[in-house]
């Protein structure tokens, strides 16, 4: 990887200029991570809701752009939505292992996938950027969906 990304002009160059200290993208990006840290502030619990035409204002972290959005309540709900969902995964595992190998890395897949994400949203918007939300919350469903079919027919 070391010797893959200084051929790489476009992520050899944003990572010079963040050690640098220079990288404008990203510390235009902390501005706005400000910003709506700022807001989130003024009504820490419920947030300012969805209020597109209150907030013009892009926030290219899907962290703070939760806590700005919906508060601390909101922010529990998602956490409490992404810990249910690996959680009912994890615990199931080996039964998938040794029962369905396709639900099996399906479940593997949404884990990685959701893992990625805490990641991810740091600079990224998963939820308003609907091309990253769609694939998760496919193979989310479709995990969820075949498990309560197995459990169902007590295969599992």
Avoid at 2 to 8: C, D, Q
Wanted: glycine share 6%; aromatic share 16%; proline share 3%.
């Amino acid at each position: 990887l070391l010797l893959i990304i200084p051929k790489i002009p476009y992520i050899y160059i944003g990572l010079t200029t963040l050690i640098q200290g220079d990288n404008t993208s990203l510390l235009a990006r902390f501005v706005k991570m400000k910003d709506a840290y700022i807001l989130f502030t003024q009504s820490p619990l419920f947030g300012w809701g969805p209020a597109k035409g209150m907030h013009i204002t892009v926030v290219d972290s899907e962290w703070f752009l939760l806590l700005r959005r919906y508060g601390s309540i909101g922010m529990l709900a998602f956490l409490g939505f992404m810990f249910y969902n690996n959680l009912r995964i994890y615990l199931n595992r080996r039964m998938m292992y040794f029962r369905d190998k396709e639900l099996y890395a399906l479940s593997m897949l949404a884990i990685a996938y959701s893992l990625t994400l805490f990641v991810v949203m740091i600079t990224n918007n998963f939820l308003s950027g609907y091309q990253l939300l769609l694939p998760y919350c496919l193979i989310t469903f479709a995990v969820h969906f075949r498990l309560t079919q197995l459990k169902r027919c007590n295969k599992i």
